[in-house]
Structures are given as C-alpha cells and as structure tokens.
C-alpha cells in the first residue's frame, strides 16, 4: 500500500535564492511562460498543497487556469482542478481567503488542534506532522501531489526526506533582501537533475530527490527505447537502460538493435566494457522482466546481467506467459539481485506490445 503520494516541490526563485521580497506585496518571479509550464504541472496532479502562510500572504487561488487543460482533466474522469490542501498550527486562516472561495475541488485543512470556523468551507483533518498529512492525502486516493511552498513547507518535506522532485524555476533577477524568505534544503541525498529548460529566460531545472523518482525517470527512458523496435510477431518490444550509482547513463539498448534476435538488455551490456566499474554500483532499467530462457542464445539476460556484476534490477511489466514461462526476476533475486518493479509503469511498458496481447 502506498504509504504517501508521489511529491513534486515547485518554486520560482530568484538567482540569489530568494522566494519572495519582505514587501507586502507578493512578487512574481515567473513569467508567463513559466506560470503557463506550472499549470500544466498542475493538471497532472490529484491534490496541491501549500502552508498556511502562502495562503496569508500570496492568497492563492491554486486552480487550473487553462480551459483546455480543465477539460482534458473531466474527459480523464477527474474534476477540473485538483484538490486544494493547507497545513496550520495556529489555524488563523481566512475562510474568505481565496484557497477556499475559488474552485469547485474539495479543501482540506490540517492542524494538530483543528479550528472550528473554517466548518462548511473545508474539510478539517486533525494531524500532527507532515507524514501524516500525506498519508491521509494518499488514503484519499492522491498518488501524485504538487506542493507549491512556502520556505516552511519545502524546507520541512525536504528535511523529512518527504520529496521525490523538485521544479525549481530561477528568474533572472536578485532580489537582495536579508529579510525576505529563502529556498533552503539541507544536506543528504545528491539530487539527480533531470531536466533544463529555458522558458524565456526563466531557468527551469528539474531534479530527482528520492530512489523512487529516479527509478521511474530511468524506467519510463527504457520505455521509449521500446518505442524504437523493429516489429515482430514473434517477439516482445522491450529497451533497457543501464545507470550509474550516481543516476548517469552508462548505455541503453533495445530489441532487435543490432540483429534480429537481440534482447534490450544483451543490446544495452554490448556496449559497456565488462571491466567499467560503475558496472558494481549500476542499476539496469528494462521495460520487461529480463529473460530466464532463450533458444537463439546461449546466455538469457538473466545470466548476463549476473555476469556483468550488475547489483540491482528494475522493470516495469512481469514477463506474461507468451512465448516462455520466464522466471528472470526469481532467478536474478535468488542470486543477490535487488529487483524492483514499478507497477504503475507496467500499463505503458504493454502498450509497446499491444500487437501481440
Ligand atoms: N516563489 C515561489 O514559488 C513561492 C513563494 N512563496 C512565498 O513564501 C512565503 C511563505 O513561506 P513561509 O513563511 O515559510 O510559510 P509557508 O507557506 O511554508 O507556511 C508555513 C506555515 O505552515 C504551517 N505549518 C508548517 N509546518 C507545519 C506542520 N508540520 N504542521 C502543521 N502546520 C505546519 C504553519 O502555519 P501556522 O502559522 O498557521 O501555524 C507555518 O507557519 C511567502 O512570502 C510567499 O510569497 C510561497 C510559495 C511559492
Ligand atoms: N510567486 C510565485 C509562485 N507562487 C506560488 O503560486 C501560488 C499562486 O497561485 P495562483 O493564485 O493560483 O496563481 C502562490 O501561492 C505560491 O504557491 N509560484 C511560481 O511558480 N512562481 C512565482 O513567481
């Protein structure tokens, strides 16, 4: 059972790190076509949260502002926004504030002492540390939640080791006032970066933070490699990534590459020395459960990712029984192999394959 939400931090800050300036007013460090890219990421969220404090100062409205976006979101069988929740202590909220007065989606208010007059405009949920709070989030069914700050709240899901990734928007400003709110992390796990985007000249950089978020990022690269199979009526479409222990590619390959009978995995090996060391520390990313048996090869993938020293295995899709009755997972586990699989990334690793279910 999942015991919180997948949990993407987003902020826009300025070069010099800041959230915000100590004015009264609230300042916009995005520009259009950031704001645009925040929406969107906001339309593949179930829930967004925010401490109590944003909701003071910013009086955010925190729904989707693209119709198409909203109706895209109906067809899907979801509501127009996504749900709205806060964190408070003190519980000095406004029900006037427009967290509450805008949107149709469900509000939800945490608070170790919940207040009393925020009845009829939200749902308050009595809880005492952020764990908590995503737990009960999760239990409500929100498997992808955005958390759009303020400091408090980043920095705390941060210390907690609650974030899986971060979309950090830097504006191209300073903002040089001791007195204003700070991003702040804190030292642990290096973040993996994932992506840079130039939007206008606002810097979006998007970094992996947790094992989970780096291992779907790898996965869904080995399934796009699956998209580059040559077709066959005979064979699984299936690519692989192999990665280092510090998140960095090492090769990749994919079915049908090379020669017509070559396995994503036997492709992605192929191209690494046997020697390279950051085979002992890698982790090999592959659309489909590696192989157990093969009749046009003398080693199964299984084998050859023993072979090769690799530690840890992940994939999306558990081999149907189609062709063979594989048994790579058991196989590569009973031998010291970490092997994962991510479930939620078996529905697209099958829709390569959909020509032959
Ligand atoms: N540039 C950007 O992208 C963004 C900037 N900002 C800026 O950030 C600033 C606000 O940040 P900040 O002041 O740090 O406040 P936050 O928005 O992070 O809210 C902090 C409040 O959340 C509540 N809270 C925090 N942790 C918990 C917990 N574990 N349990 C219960 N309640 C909790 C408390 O509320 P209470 O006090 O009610 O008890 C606390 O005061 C503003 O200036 C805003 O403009 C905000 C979002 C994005
Ligand atoms: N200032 C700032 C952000 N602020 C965030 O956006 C929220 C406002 O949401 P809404 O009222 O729906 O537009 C605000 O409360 C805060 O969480 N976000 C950004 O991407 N870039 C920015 O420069």
């Known amino acids: ?70 109706a895209d979101r109906v067809a899907r069988g979801l509501p127009p926004d996504p749900l709205k929740a806060t964190v408070t202590t003190g519980g000095d909220l406004d029900p006037g504030s427009r967290f509450f007065t805008v949107g149709e989606s469900e509000k939800l208010v945490y608070s170790p002492s919940p207040p ?17 709070v995503l737990a009960d989030l999760a239990g409500r069914g929100v498997r992808r939640l955005m958390v759009e700050g303020g400091a408090t709240i980043l ?6 080791g609650l974030a899986d990734e971060l979309r950090l928007a830097i504006a191209p400003r300073f903002v040089g006032d001791p007195a ?43 399934i796009d490699e699956a998209r580059r199979c040559p077709p066959s009526r005979a064979a699984f479409s299936v690519g692989a990534v192999i990665v280092d222990a510090a998140g960095r590619e090492i090769s ?13 995995e036997e492709s ?3 191209k690494v020395d046997p020697a390279d060391p950051r085979l002992a520390g890698a982790t090999i990313y592959s659309s489909l459960e590696p192989c157990s048996v093969r009749r046009s090869r003398p080693a199964s993938c299984a084998a ?29 586990d009973v031998a010291g192999v970490e092997v994962v699989q991510v479930p939620d990334l078996e529905p697209a690793a099958r829709a390569v394959n959909a020509h032959l279910l």
């Open 1 to 70: 059972m999942t015991s919180r939400p997948y949990t993407l931090l987003s902020c826009a800050v300025s070069i010099d790190g800041y959230l915000d300036d100590s004015s009264e007013q609230r300042l916009l460090l995005s520009n259009g076509a950031d704001f645009d890219a925040v929406d969107e990421a906001r339309a593949g969220c179930d829930a967004i949260l925010v401490g109590a404090n944003t909701v003071r100062r910013d009086d955010p409205r925190l729904v989707i502002r693209d119709p198409a976006r909203r």
């Open 304 to 332: 050859l990712i023993r072979a090769a020293g690799i530690p840890r295995v992940v994939y999306a899709w558990r081999e149907p029984v189609l062709f063979v009755d594989g048994e790579g997972a058991e196989e590569l």
């Open 116 to 132: 009393t007059h925020l009845d009829g405009v939200a749902t308050v949920v009595p809880a005492g540390d952020l764990r908590a």
């Open 268 to 270: 992605a090996l192929a």
């Open 155 to 160: 920095a705390a899901l941060l210390a907690d």
């Open 180 to 222: 204003a709110p700070r991003f702040n992390g804190c030292p642990g796990r290096t973040p993996v970066l994932a992506g840079v985007t130039d939007l206008d000249g606002v810097a979006v950089l998007r970094y992996l933070l947790s094992q989970a978020a780096v291992d779907r990022h790898w996965l869904e690269a080995a």
């Open 252 to 264: 990749r390959g994919y079915s049908r590459e090379s020669d017509p009978v070559v396995h994503a």
